[in-house]
């Protein structure tokens, strides 16, 4: 009996810091996905998610090493996400411009410029100095994207302004005939695709993180579009489904180190590539059909 009762609490004692583990690492695919609803819903393609968690991560970073503050540091980089986010809203809505190519643009900007900066700032681009203890997050964005996701959800569904974001990407002609200026929906939108977008860039260098590394997202931001797509462009399904991937993120990491047979260890780089293949075959096969929003991509008018 006490032989069973020490194998349950050890379980148990195992299970719980995964758990918390598998939170943590999904909370920026979180942010970053509930912004890419906020952006596709409302009819505009977005794979520059990868380039505002970036610049998220780089300014919260700078802003919080600064002020000292980690709150001043999240404020920064959904600040500055959502302003580099306005960018891509005047070349995909108002100039009509390619949004895969302007989103791919975006990503390279970024990628290239926060080294840049960051050398500038100081003198190394590989990342910043590292923050005390004061400077980081403990557990609030954990809190913060459950209320967010809620927010989003209930917004979408329950008020004026979500019916607007709907029709945005599904029929904007109906929307414009109704009054409403469908540009000015996908503005904010895309601000507010920016601002989840840089909170999802802070929670990297602010939480999982002491400081903002050159290219820390490593394609956080594809992921995020994937779980987006992988719940149907709907929130609450897309950040269940980052919570999949961050299952897959915090196992690979447990299983590194894994020995198969003797002292035969599992190539390192092998285990590391679990959680993108699994993607790619839930996206593959098992997630059925998934209507993307019927204007999505297309300019207006």
Known sequence: MNGALNEVMEFASSVGPFAV???????????????????????????????????????????AHYTGNAWMGATGAALASGVL???????????????????????????????????????????????????????????LVVVVAALVALVSRGTLGGLWHRFAGESPAALAAAGVGVARVRYASLFLCG????????????????????????????????????????????????????????AQIRLQGLSLWGNTTVPVQFIQILPYVLTLLLLAGFIGRARAPKALGRPFP
């Open 85 to 143: 986010s306005l960018v891509y809203a005047f070349f995909a809505v108002t100039l009509r411009a390619n949004q895969v190519v302007v989103g791919t643009a975006l990503n390279m900007f970024a990628l290239g410029f926060t080294p840049f900066l960051c050398n500038v700032l100081f003198e190394t681009s590989s990342s910043t100095p590292s923050l005390p203890v004061e400077a980081r997050f403990a557990y609030a964005p954990l809190v």
């Open 195 to 250: 601002v989840c977008a840089g909170l999802g860039g802070a929670s990297l260098s602010l939480f999982l993180s002491s400081a903002f590394a050159r290219n820390m997202t490593g394609g956080r931001g594809f992921m995020a579009l994937a779980a987006l797509i992988l719940g149907k462009w709907r929130p609450v399904p897309a950040v269940l489904a980052c919570l999949l991937f961050g299952f897959f993120d915090a």
């Open 21 to 63: 583990s598998v939170a943590r690492v999904s909370t920026p695919l979180a942010f970053a996905a509930l912004g890419g609803f906020l952006s596709e819903r409302a009819g505009v393609v977005n794979i520059s998610l990868e380039g505002k968690m970036l610049i998220g991560a780089f300014v919260g970073a700078i802003t």
